[in-house]
């Protein structure tokens, strides 16, 4: 459950760092969903709309660039976009899709992923523990 | 050659002024007859100066004749473009290698034209993609220079692929001045051998990049498992799974340098399928603990082939239908015979769309992804055993076919 907060929305094409991004997010106290692809992801921030959008680049159905361009499209900057890429230099390559909140290069620390998400979203009041 | 026909000539003429004087003033005492036979010396030595001159240009002229058209037959049968640039450095000749590497309908297209229109036509630029000021051409530097410049450089004909060239310039100087009088480039075509060494440099970047993602959720993992928050049996699956994709992912890649240099060796021995099928699905299903991994033996056939490359290929296979299917839906693998043929299919649901599948195209090694090399090494191999491969489609469901040539009966 998100009480109330806005929850972390991970957008990731491989389903074991998907899961793994989700569970330490989950571990830290925050509230997360997640997508396989772009279109996934636009059709999770219809829903309902996240604190924070963690996002690959090299998806298929959607990558990461086109996904970017739809959201600044359809929400401005209400939603902030971390960039989250095994490409060489991760930080220019993420500047391509305009202004972006963070990039996080793969392989990442888990420090690093909670201090950026930190920055965007709040912790639920009830940390939601994997079984 | 010039010094000797003078030499010739002066010693010929004078020995035969000197000699027929001395035979005319012995013999005949008439001046009247001698200066008539004087004047018919004159014009006999006349004639035979002619008849030498004639003898000696026609022979030159064949010569000259004879190295023109060699040197237009090398011009005209080598692969390099040659374009020779006169006094006024711009094109007065072009080789048919020329006309084709710039795209020119004949020479004609090419003369006349200097390094300013040469430029407009062709955006010559470096390697780096700066374009390359028309004063800076080989061709050109080297009527200043002198000597030969070497340089290398990409074409960009207008509708047709980039050409890489290495373009060598060369100075012809004046017999009388020594200035440069005209300057022969010769361009030499490396596109392919540029492509080649880009293909590479991609595959190696496809392996870093491929390598990322695994490594990250090893990383990951592991630190979820440091903080006790997961389950340390999943936690070890999840790693112990992505360490096979990183293997694998070394080993086909591995697999591929040998394709490209032409020195992969199979060792084929008659095998069973059976038990390598069984084995690559059993060993797929203990990586993947959450799925329903199952397997059909509807057939015992034996086939030639690499047993370790054949089981590369079912875990390129296996590891590919997992990744790209619905984590609810089974993935079977089956094994059917017929007479020729043991087919050994593996059908999964895909979760995505039949129109959004990653790599659909086997081959084309364009993605950064372990799954898009795994195929393309899984075909080299399968075509290198004789085999094929094929997909069927079928009620929303995708089977990715291997097929072998069966061993004889008798086969031993």
């Not at chain 2, 010929?12 to 027929?20: P, Y």
């Not at chain 2, 030499?188 to 595959?203: K, V």
């Not at chain 2, 990586?287 to 015992?300: C, F, K, T």
Request: with cysteine; aromatic share 4%; hydrophobic share 45%.
């Amino acid at each position: 459950m998100t009480d109330g907060h806005p929850d972390v929305l991970v957008v990731e094409d491989d389903p074991d760092l998907l899961e793994i991004v989700q569970l330490m997010l989950r571990l830290s106290g925050y509230p997360v969903r997640g997508a396989a692809n772009g279109k996934e992801a636009l059709q999770a921030i219809e829903q309902r709309k996240p604190a924070v959008v963690l996002l690959d680049m090299l998806m298929p159905v959607m990558d990461g660039w086109e996904c970017a361009r739809e959201l600044r499209a359809r929400y401005g900057d209400t939603v902030p976009i971390v960039v989250v890429t095994a490409a060489e230099h991760a930080r220019a390559r993420a500047s391509e899709i305009g202004d972006v909140a963070d990039v996080l290069a793969k392989p990442f620390e888990m420090d690093d992923l909670i201090r950026v998400v930190e920055r965007y979203a709040v912790k639920s009041d009830v940390s939601s523990r994997p079984d | 050659v010039a010094a000797t026909v003078v030499g010739v000539f002066l010693v010929a003429g004078c020995l035969w002024i000197f000699v027929t004087d001395l035979l005319l003033y012995a013999l005949v005492e008439d001046q009247a007859i001698i200066a008539r036979i004087e004047t018919a010396k004159g014009g006999a030595f006349v004639m035979l100066a002619a008849l030498l001159l004639y003898v000696v240009t026609s022979r030159s002229a064949a010569r000259l004749a004879h190295a023109y058209a060699t040197i237009s037959a090398v011009l005209d049968s080598i692969g390099d473009g040659v374009l020779l640039l006169g006094r006024d450095r711009s094109i007065s000749y072009a080789n048919p290698a020329a006309v084709r590497m710039l795209r020119a309908r004949s020479p004609s297209d090419l003369v006349g034209v200097g390094a300013p229109e040469f430029s407009r036509r062709y955006r010559v630029s470096y390697p780096d993609g700066h374009i390359v000021p028309p004063d800076r051409y080989v061709s050109q530097r080297v009527f200043d220079t002198g000597g030969v410049l070497n340089y290398k450089a990409i074409l960009h004909p207008p509708g047709a692929p980039e050409v890489v060239i290495s373009s060598t310039g060369a100075a012809v100087r004046s017999p009388d001045d020594a200035s440069v009088a005209s300057v022969v480039s010769v361009m030499h075509d490396i596109t392919s051998t540029e492509n080649l060494d880009r293909l590479r440099d991609g595959l190696f970047a496809a392996t870093a990049h491929a390598v990322k993602t695994p490594v990250a959720v090893i990383k990951s993992a592991t630190q979820v498992l440091a903080a006790g928050g997961s389950d340390p049996r999943r936690s070890i699956v999840t790693i112990e799974r992505q360490c096979a994709r990183i293997e694998r992912l070394v080993e086909n890649m591995l697999v591929l340098s040998r394709f490209r240099s032409s020195t992969l060796q199979l060792y084929p021995v008659l095998l069973a399928l059976a038990p390598i099928v069984e084995a690559a699905v059993g060993e797929a299903a203990r990586l993947a603990p959450d799925r329903d991994i199952r397997v059909e033996i509807d057939a015992g056939p034996r086939v030639y082939a690499d047993g370790e490359r054949l089981t590369m290929v079912l875990r390129n296979v296996m590891h590919g239908a997992i990744r790209s299917s619905c984590a609810q839906a089974p993935v079977t693998a089956r094994l059917v015979s017929t007479r020729d043929e043991a087919r050994i299919g593996v059908r999964y649901r895909p979760r995505l769309p039949l129109d959004h599948r990653e790599n659909g195209v086997p081959g084309a090694v364009t993605d950064y992804d372990d799954v898009a090399v795994g195929q393309y090494v899984t075909s080299l191999i399968v075509q290198a055993h004789g085999g094929t491969l094929s997909e069927q489609s079928d009620d929303g469901h995708v089977t990715v076919w291997v097929h072998l040539p069966v061993a004889p009966e008798n086969a031993t």
